[in-house]
């Protein structure tokens, strides 16, 4: 993934698609309407099935205080951590 003009573009071959991006403000409105307690988690799963019924087996999860926006987009642009 890579930020360009504040969006957060999908990548091939280390290269932004024009059409696959998400809005950074979009991502982070998200993010704080979750993180009102100064709390977040974030898991690792697999997943299996359509989407209609869909099953989750979670692998790792990470307790998160004190978040940092900065650091929070290195991480999505770096692909340490994913946009779903």
Known sequence: ???????????SFDSPIPYAYYQID?????????YVTGKAV??????RGPKSSEEFHYE???????????HFLSMLEE????VD
């Not at 979009?26 to 979750?34: D, Q, R, T, V």
């Open 1 to 11: 993934m890579k930020i360009v003009d504040d969006k957060l573009f999908i990548t």
């Open 26 to 34: 979009g991502i982070m409105k998200s993010l704080n309407s979750k």
């Open 42 to 47: 974030f898991a690792e799963a697999e997943s």
């Open 60 to 70: 790792a999860a990470q307790l998160a205080t004190g978040l940092n926006v900065s």
């Open 79 to 82: 692909g340490l951590i994913k």
